[in-house]
């Protein structure tokens, strides 16, 4: 018999609507023509001993503009947005932005997660 929690449910549907909204984005190419590369780094920081490892994403032109990405906690439910600060780097044709989230997921028996995410974000034309 297996036994499932409501996180664990909550982020195999986080994942399936994750998989279905990157499949439908238009290309960053259409979405944002001219943007040769759009750069996002992560780091992570939190009360836990274990913290996620940093990490960095390239989007060229052919990848899909799509910009949530799930809580790396794989007992969470949550996800982090950037789709508005990409959108506000882009249209304002900076080429840097940074900021900080906090996930508003759920961990294993209802723990709400407490993983800060400190993005930066680097667009070249």
């Known amino acids: ?10 982020r195999t ?8 909204d990157r499949a439908a984005a238009a290309p ?16 992570f920081s939190d009360r836990s001993e274990y913290l996620p490892s940093p990490q960095v994403t390239v989007f060229h032109p052919p ?5 949530r990405f799930a809580c790396p ?5 949550g996800e982090f947005d ?7 780097l882009v249209s304002s044709h900076q080429g840097h932005t940074g900021g900080q989230l ?3 997921g759920t961990r294993h028996r209802g723990a709400q ?9 680097t667009a070249q034309w």
């Open 82 to 88: 950037l789709t508005s600060p990409v959108d506000l």
């Open 63 to 67: 990848a899909q503009a799509y910009f």
């Open 113 to 121: 997660c407490s993983l800060c995410l400190e993005f930066s974000i």
């Open 13 to 20: 549907a986080v994942s399936e609507r994750q998989r279905r």
């Open 102 to 104: 906090t996930c508003t």
């Open 73 to 77: 906690y794989s007992d969470c439910n």
């Open 28 to 43: 960053l190419r259409v979405r944002y023509p001219g943007l040769a590369t759009l750069q996002v780094d992560f780091d």
């Open 1 to 10: 018999m297996r036994f499932s929690s409501a996180a664990t449910d909550g």
